[in-house]
């Protein structure tokens, strides 16, 4: 009920710290006193926070703690509710994305949707961490199916990559294959990643070039 409380309240962007505090200090007595507290609930609950922007760290570190052991009963939006509430807070938790890297090792990692795939990369890299299996699931996923990749997955997750040492040149190629058709939808923050991505692979002559050119043509 906390958990929905708190969702509730960030998704309808009314400021109440005094209820968010509170929430963090008796969500943190509780976490799974009895061994009951659900996936959805501590995802929804990470969420809650980040979205509200509220800082709680004593809350994170039990939430990330907790889920940590319990991964593989999360749904695959669940898991990505809650790397993303991390990354948006800031909340370093190694033990979490360890555990994130060995969820999405094989069949489950290949299954994620493109949108997952990025986010999770995103996540991870936005809180310097550098999950091998996640971030290799992401590079097949790039190599095999970018046209699954709307505007702002392909651009996070290919500064993702390029963030965490990941941005082989094959894949880059992939990234840059897929950019250019839609590159004047791009919004600019979108094209700052990618360019990112693409300079800090080396391609800055070759690919990033002709996407400012067709950047300017399209009035950005």
Request: charged content about 15%.
């Amino acid at each position: 009920h906390l958990a929905q409380l708190a969702h509730a309240y960030a998704l309808a962007r009314s400021p109440a710290p005094r209820l968010f505090a509170a929430v963090a200090r008796t969500s943190v007595r509780r976490l799974d006193s009895d061994g009951t507290t659900d996936p959805q609930a501590l995802a929804n609950l990470a969420w809650a926070f980040a979205k509200a922007g509220v800082p709680a760290p004593t809350l994170f570190g039990a939430i990330g703690q907790l889920a940590a052991g319990r991964l593989s009963h999360f749904a695959d939006g669940e898991l990505v509710m809650l790397a993303w509430a991390f990354a948006h807070v800031g909340t370093k938790a190694p033990q979490l994305f360890e555990a994130l890297d060995e969820e999405c090792a094989g069949e489950r990692g290949a299954q994620l949707s493109a949108t997952e795939l990025s986010l999770l990369a995103w996540a991870s890299a936005t809180l310097q961490h550098r999950p091998p299996r996640l971030l290799a699931s992401a590079v097949a996923a790039v190599r095999e199916r970018a046209a699954q990749f709307d505007d702002q997955a392909l651009c996070n997750v290919a500064w993702a990559l390029a963030k965490t040492g990941h941005a082989d040149p094959s894949t880059l190629a992939a990234v840059y294959r897929s950019a250019l058709p839609r590159v004047r939808a791009l919004s600019p923050a979108e094209l700052s990643m990618l360019a990112f991505a693409l300079a800090h692979a080396h391609h800055g002559s070759s690919v990033a070039a002709p996407l400012d050119d067709d950047a300017l043509d399209g009035g950005r």
